[in-house]
């Protein structure tokens, strides 16, 4: 079992010491710290740590907004941490903490409300997305020709006049733009 320790400042001109004193007065074996905003998906030392996690390892922040910059992205991160085997710990947030049974159940009914949240909003989409087409409205990127330029390829394909490829040359598209108009 290896402690990590995980902290984090935002700008350069902030100071990772307090936290550092922190994690290093709990026994953290390896810490892991970097000057990145939280906003940033792309955390090379958290990403480091999480793939050096083993089973029975825990991972020791100061904060919870050391760690991640949304809901979404703390459960994201503790999925991560509990696949590999992992526990989580802040010292700050007492029900933050998956070695403990309560630690668990919290961390459990947030990933319950997130699922929720996720489903509710996949809902909503779906019925946006039929109020749309019912009212005629095209889904997807718009259409790389016009309705003039589909029909001139189709019948110059149909007559044998043009070939795909030399009609993707004179509209300026992929072959398989051309290739996608008759089934």
Do not use: C
Not at 52 to 79: F, K, M, P, Q, Y
Not at 82 to 100: N, Q
């Amino acid at each position: 079992m290896t402690i990590y320790g995980y902290a984090r400042v935002s700008t350069e001109g902030q100071t990772l010491e307090a936290q550092v004193e922190a994690l290093r007065a709990h026994d953290v074996e390896r810490l892991f710290q970097e000057k990145v905003s939280g906003a940033k998906a792309d955390r090379p030392q958290l990403q480091k740590m999480l793939a050096s996690l083993e089973a029975g390892d825990v991972v020791l922040i100061t904060r919870l907004d050391r760690l991640a910059r949304s809901t979404r992205d703390l459960l994201n991160i503790l999925d991560t941490i509990t696949k590999a085997g992992a526990s989580f710990r802040s010292l700050a947030d007492a029900w933050a903490d998956t070695t403990t049974p309560h630690g668990r159940l919290m961390v459990t009914m947030l990933a319950g409300i997130a699922e929720f949240e996720r489903s509710l909003i996949a809902a909503r989409t779906t019925e946006g997305r039929a109020r749309a087409k019912a009212k005629g409205k095209r889904m997807g990127r718009p259409s790389t020709l016009t309705a003039h330029q589909r029909q001139e390829a189709i019948e110059a394909l149909r007559n044998g006049t043009a070939t795909a490829a030399e009609l993707a040359r004179r509209f300026n598209v992929n072959r398989s733009t051309i290739g996608r108009l008759i089934p």
